[in-house]
């Protein structure tokens, strides 16, 4: 297990990546919302009570961690992603995700 932790600290992602990484947890979020028809994750309780299979309770549990990596990773305005440019513009003269 020590392994793996240490290959976990040694992972260093850029900006960019990591802006990648929010979007797709926010869209798993959305999508999962959107397949039960609900707003948030406390009106998921009704239906996580009927769940009985390892598909649907471990939806749940990337849930919980896509709303940890949403709240970790700030929200980069549309604009700025439209336009490629990275969080690290200031750093990256070209500002673009390459």
Request: glycine share 4%.
């Amino acid at each position: 297990m020590k392994k793996y932790i240490e290959m976990f600290k040694n992972i260093d992602l850029r900006p960019c990546e990591l802006v990648a990484i929010r979007e797709i947890a926010a869209e798993y979020r959305r999508q999962l919302l959107l397949k039960y028809h609900v707003s948030d994750e406390k009106e998921l309780q009704p239906y996580i009570e009927t769940w009985g299979t390892y598909d649907e309770a471990i939806q749940y549990s990337y849930l919980l961690m896509c709303n940890q990596i949403v709240e970790k990773i700030p929200k980069i305005p549309d604009y700025i992603l439209e336009q490629g440019f990275l969080v690290e513009a200031d750093e990256n003269e070209e500002g673009v995700c390459s």
